[in-house]
C-alpha cells in the first residue's frame, strides 16, 4: 500500500509575503510629518487657536499671503480617475492609489516638493473638472495622472482655464519633455539637428499627441503619426477632434498607409502604442537611424534586435540603456513652477525643461548615454531653474516685484 503525499496549498497570504513587491507597499508608501513641534500651551496657541485666526484674517484679506503661510506653495495634488493605469487600463481608482503614492514618493524624494495622492471615483469630465477645480485653494499645482484619452486633454484644457496654478498632464507632458530631450542628444550624436529629421510616431494617444506636438513646436522636420489603424491623415473619417488637428498639421509628404510603410527611410522611430514593429521595418529606415521602442513592459521591437540596425536605441525600460522615464521631467517641473510660483506651465516652459535636461550629458554622449540616468543628481536643479527662469520670461510668476 503505498500513501500518497499532498503538499497543501499556499494561501494568497504567504504567496503575498514572498514578493518584495508587496512587502515594500505593505501600509502604504506614505505619511505626513508636521513642519512644526507643539511642546506647550505657548506653541498650541500660535499653531492653533487663538494665534492661527490672526493669520487666516490676514489671508481672507491678501489671498496670496496663503502661499507664505500655509503649505500651498510647495504641495501638488496628484489626481487620477484610474482608467489609464500603467498599461493597465481601466483599474479603477482604488487599484490606482499605489501608483499615484508612488508618484508622490517620487516628487518628495527627487525634488522635495510634497505631494498628495487623490484617486477620484468619477470618470465623467464635468465631474472631474469641477471636483479637481474644488480642491485646487489646498494646493500648489495639479498633477494630472493615468486619465484615459482623449478625455485627459479637455480635463487639462478646463482645468487651466479655471485655474491660476500649474495643471500639469504628466502622461503627455513629461514623456514629451524627456522624448525631446534625448532626441536632440541623439540627433547630435549621429551629426543631425531636429530639423534634418523625419519621424514616425506610432500612438495617437495621450503621450503620442503630446510628443508630436512638442517636436514640432521644436522644428523637427517632419513628424508621421499613426494608430491602430494606420498613419493619420487628412483623408481619414475616423478621427477624433484631437487626432484631426495632428493629421491637419502633420505628414506633409501624404503617407497613408501602415506604420511600416511610413518607416520607409524615416530617421526616427517613437513607439507609444503598446504594438509591435517588425525588424524588416527596422532596417527599412534611413542609415543612423534612432528608435525610441517606448511601450512598456514590453518595447515595440527588443532593444537589442533594434540595435543591429540603429545607431542609436532607447527604452522605457530600467534594465536597458537610454531609460526614457518621466521621473527625469515631473520632479523638476514641478520644483520650478512651484519655486517661481507660476500661474501655468506654459510651453515655453516645457522646451525649457527638455533642454535643460538634454543639457545636462551634453558633454557626456554616446550611444548608450544621451539622457540621464533618474539618480542623477543635477537633474532636478538643472529642470527647476530652466522652468522658474522661463516663468518670468514668460510673465507667469506670482511672485512679488517679479
Not at 328 to 333: D, K, R, S, T
Request: net charge negative.
Amino acid at each position: 500500500m503505498t500513501t500518497e503525499i499532498t503538499t497543501p496549498p499556499i494561501s494568497l497570504a504567504a504567496l503575498l509575503a514572498q514578493d518584495p513587491a508587496f512587502r515594500l507597499h505593505e501600509g502604504g508608501k506614505l505619511t505626513t510629518r508636521p513642519s512644526v513641534q507643539v511642546r506647550d500651551v505657548h506653541d498650541l496657541s500660535l499653531a492653533y487657536t487663538p494665534g492661527v485666526a490672526r493669520v487666516c484674517t490676514a489671508i481672507a484679506e491678501r489671498p496670496e499671503l496663503a502661499d507664505d503661510y500655509t503649505w500651498r506653495s510647495n504641495v501638488v495634488a496628484v489626481v487620477t480617475d484610474g482608467t489609464a493605469v500603467l498599461g493597465l487600463g481601466n483599474i479603477g481608482p482604488t487599484a490606482a492609489m499605489p501608483v499615484m503614492e508612488g508618484k508622490s514618493l517620487l516628487f518628495k524624494q527627487f525634488a522635495g516638493v510634497d505631494s498628495v495622492p487623490l484617486c477620484l471615483d468619477c470618470t465623467d469630465v464635468d465631474e472631474l473638472v469641477e471636483t479637481i477645480a474644488r480642491m485646487a485653494p489646498s494646493f500648489g499645482g495639479i498633477n494630472l495622472e493615468d486619465i484615459s484619452a482623449p478625455r485627459c486633454f479637455e480635463v487639462e484644457r478646463r482645468l487651466k482655464e479655471l485655474l491660476d496654478i500649474p495643471v500639469f498632464h504628466d502622461d503627455q507632458h513629461g514623456t514629451a519633455i524627456v522624448v525631446l530631450a534625448a532626441l536632440r542628444n541623439a540627433a547630435k550624436l549621429t551629426g543631425r539637428r531636429l530639423w534634418d529629421l523625419r519621424a514616425v510616431v506610432a500612438g495617437a494617444g495621450a503621450s503620442g499627441l503630446a510628443v508630436t506636438s512638442m517636436l514640432m513646436n521644436a522644428g523637427i522636420g517632419e513628424v508621421v503619426v499613426s494608430d491602430s489603424k494606420g498613419v493619420l491623415h487628412q483623408g481619414r473619417k475616423d478621427l477624433n477632434p484631437y487626432k484631426a488637428l495632428i493629421a491637419a498639421t502633420t505628414n506633409q509628404s501624404g503617407y497613408n498607409g501602415t506604420t511600416e510603410d511610413a518607416l520607409i527611410g524615416a530617421d526616427v522611430f517613437i513607439g507609444l502604442s503598446g504594438s509591435t514593429i517588425s525588424e524588416d521595418a527596422i532596417a527599412s529606415m534611413a542609415s543612423n537611424s534612432i528608435v525610441f521602442a517606448l511601450s512598456n513592459p514590453e518595447p515595440e521591437i527588443h532593444p537589442e534586435i533594434a540595435r543591429e540596425h540603429a545607431a542609436i536605441v532607447a527604452t522605457g525600460r530600467s534594465d536597458f540603456p537610454n531609460q526614457i522615464n518621466n521621473v527625469l521631467a515631473f520632479p523638476g517641473v514641478f520644483r520650478g513652477a512651484l519655486s517661481a510660483r507660476a500661474s501655468a506651465v506654459t510651453e515655453n516652459m516645457k522646451v525649457a525643461a527638455a533642454l535643460a535636461l538634454s543639457a545636462v550629458v551634453e558633454e557626456e554622449l554616446s550611444a548608450d548615454r544621451i539622457i540621464p540616468e533618474p539618480f542623477d543628481p543635477r537633474v532636478v536643479p538643472a529642470v527647476a531653474a530652466a522652468v522658474a527662469d522661463q516663468a518670468r520670461r514668460d510673465g507667469v510668476t506670482r511672485l512679488p516685484g517679479i
